[in-house]
């Protein structure tokens, strides 16, 4: 998948998990797609670990993650692709839905690509890092539908 294709639709993905509408991902994963989240700095208890595997997997991470997190920005800061690896970097502000605290972060998500299917997402963020600038500026926009 060329660079600019791939960018579009992990753009489209982001913006899919943000509205919760999984069911327009789908058609780009693979049937065993792994999606593997660390979110939390490790050597504490209050961090979260999981890997969800195949079509349901990810939508149980869909539906798990807007049960925790009101994600109010995700913003894209830069891309870096190198043969079937998509590195993507950003910025998150969300709302934790128990205690509705409010956090931020920097992250990093490596998409792994097999032809146009999306074989592995790794997502992680550390939320005991807070940003310590505004937001980046962007006039990115995320949309909600993607096509396939």
């Not at 327009?24 to 065993?32: G, R």
């Not at 595997?53 to 149980?60: D, E, R, T, V």
């Not at 913003?75 to 605290?101: A, M, W």
């Not at 409010?102 to 592995?120: A, L, Y």
């Amino acid at each position: 998948m060329e660079n600019d294709q791939s960018k579009e639709l992990i753009e489209g993905i982001l913006g899919n998990i943000i509205e919760g509408e999984i069911e327009h991902m789908l058609p780009f994963l693979a049937e065993d797609v792994e999606v593997h989240i660390c979110l939390g700095n490790q050597l504490y208890t209050d961090s979260f670990t999981a890997t969800f595997m195949g079509h349901k997997g990810a939508m149980n991470f869909v539906t798990l993650h807007h049960h925790f997190l009101d994600l109010l920005k995700v913003i894209p800061t830069d891309f870096h692709q190198e043969l079937n690896k998509v590195i993507v970097r950003g910025y998150l502000e969300c709302r934790l839905t128990i205690s509705g605290e409010k956090w931020t972060s920097n992250w990093m998500q490596i998409w792994t690509f097999e032809g146009d299917q999306i074989r592995k997402i790794r997502m992680f963020s550390d939320f005991k890092q807070r940003a310590t600038s505004e937001a980046p500026e962007t006039t990115r926009r995320f949309s909600s539908h993607i096509s396939h």
